[in-house]
């Protein structure tokens, strides 16, 4: 049973068993969460932050778990470190300036930071590569993914910037 729970955690309830770009579609199905919670639901963003400080921290227990017994150490099925790594942009992009996004705009960012995000996870720059081939662990699964994120926040910032 407990097995199950985290084989489910992990794999976003099955999603990281799709045969094609299970990475890819975790990230997918975390922009449209976070889409509809924070402008569907209108889930303040305070909780909103709290569950994602919570995913990344039982992640590391979850992974470890899972990927304790197999050889590869960082499955293709286990895709809650894209949950998280997508989540920080997505989340960062919805609190900067302290004012409300209006969904339109949303969505035309929302689009943006998911294809960066999927680009600086697949091509892992420094220090992203660094995680992923130097711990062979749930630190660097999840990391590796965390780093992509924040690249991710840097391209707005200075998109920011310069507009």
Known sequence: MINKINYLFVSLF???KIKILPGT?????????IYLLIH???VPSNIILYAIIVIFFISFY???IYIKELSNKDPKEVIIDEVIG???PLYLYEISHGTPKDSDDAIKFYLIIFILFRFFDIVKPFPVNYFDKN???SF????DDVCAGFYVVLVLILY????
Request: no cysteine; charged share 5%; net charge positive.
């Open 25 to 33: 579609f975790g990230s997918l199905v975390t922009t449209i969460i």
């Open 40 to 42: 569907i639901l209108k």
């Open 135 to 137: 711990f062979k662990n």
């Open 14 to 16: 099955g999603i990281g």
């Open 62 to 64: 979850t992974v470890n």
């Open 140 to 143: 660097g699964v999840i990391m």
């Open 86 to 88: 997508q989540s920080i």
């Open 160 to 163: 920011m910037f310069f507009t």
